[in-house]
T-cell receptor, first 109, second 112 residues
C-alpha cells in the first residue's frame, strides 16, 4: 500500500462549487507538499505545511495539516476551469520525497 | 530565467536500445531527482543525487543508470534491461533533501 493515500481518486465538479481533496499518511508528516500538474506537464508547487494545525492559502486554494500531522486537506473555493488538473501531495522522508497517487479534478463550465 | 529543463519532450525508442534523457538546472541546487510517473500510480523515485559525483538508488532503479558529473546536469539512461520503460519521466531539484522540490516539464518515453 502507498505511504500517502489520496482521496478521491477523481472528482468532477460544476464551476463555482467548492471541493476538498484529502491526503492521509501512515506515518507522522514532517513536511507535507501540495503540487498541481496539468496533463503531460511537470508539477507546479502550491504549498508546504510543516506544523500541526498549520493552514496556508494561495488565491482560492487552502491547505491544512491536522494537529496529529497525519492528514492534510486541500480545499478549493468557487472552482474555475483553471483549477482543473491533477493534485498530488508529497511528504519528505530523509533525503527524498514520497507522493500520493494524485486526484484528478475536472471542472465543468 | 532560472529553472529546470528536460529534453526531449517526446522520445521514441525501439526495444533493445538504450536512451538517455537530459535534465539541466540553473537554480544552483545541490540535489537532483528522477521520477517515473505511470497512470494512477503517482510518482516513483528512480535515482537521486545530493551532490556532484554521488547518487543513490530510489525505489525502482533497476534498468536505469545516472551520472552526476556537473552540478547542473543529471542525465538518466534507460537501458534495455528496463522491462517496461514506456512512461512519463520527471526530473526535479532542490537545495537539499528536505527542501521543496521543483520540477522540469517532463519527457514522455514510448517504446515501440
Amino acid at each position: 500500500s502507498q505511504e500517502l493515500e489520496q482521496s478521491p481518486q477523481s472528482l468532477i465538479v460544476q464551476e463555482g462549487k467548492n471541493l476538498t481533496i484529502n491526503c492521509t499518511s501512515s506515518k507522522t508528516l514532517y513536511g507535507l507538499y501540495w503540487y498541481k500538474q496539468k496533463y503531460g506537464e511537470g508539477l507546479i508547487f502550491l504549498m508546504m505545511l510543516q506544523k500541526g494545525g498549520e493552514e496556508k492559502s494561495h488565491e482560492k486554494i487552502t491547505a491544512k495539516l491536522d494537529e496529529k500531522k497525519q492528514q492534510s486537506s486541500l480545499h478549493i473555493t468557487a472552482s474555475q476551469p483553471s483549477h482543473a488538473g491533477i493534485y498530488l501531495c508529497g511528504a519528505t522522508r530523509n533525503n527524498d520525497m514520497r507522493f500520493g497517487a494524485g486526484t484528478r479534478l475536472t471542472v465543468k463550465p | 530565467d532560472g529553472g529546470i529543463t528536460q529534453s526531449p519532450k517526446y522520445l521514441f525508442r525501439k526495444e533493445g536500445q538504450n536512451v538517455t534523457l537530459s535534465c539541466e538546472q540553473n537554480l544552483n541546487h545541490d540535489a537532483m531527482y528522477w521520477y517515473r510517473q505511470d497512470p494512477g500510480q503517482g510518482l516513483r523515485l528512480i535515482y537521486y543525487s545530493q551532490i556532484v559525483n554521488d547518487f543513490q538508488k530510489g525505489d525502482i532503479a533497476e534498468g536505469y543508470s545516472v551520472s552526476r558529473e556537473k552540478k547542473e546536469s543529471f542525465p538518466l539512461t534507460v537501458t534495455s534491461a528496463q522491462k517496461n520503460p514506456t512512461a512519463f519521466y520527471l526530473c526535479a531539484s532542490n537545495k537539499q533533501g528536505p527542501d521543496t522540490q521543483y520540477f522540469g516539464p517532463g519527457t514522455r518515453l514510448t517504446v515501440l
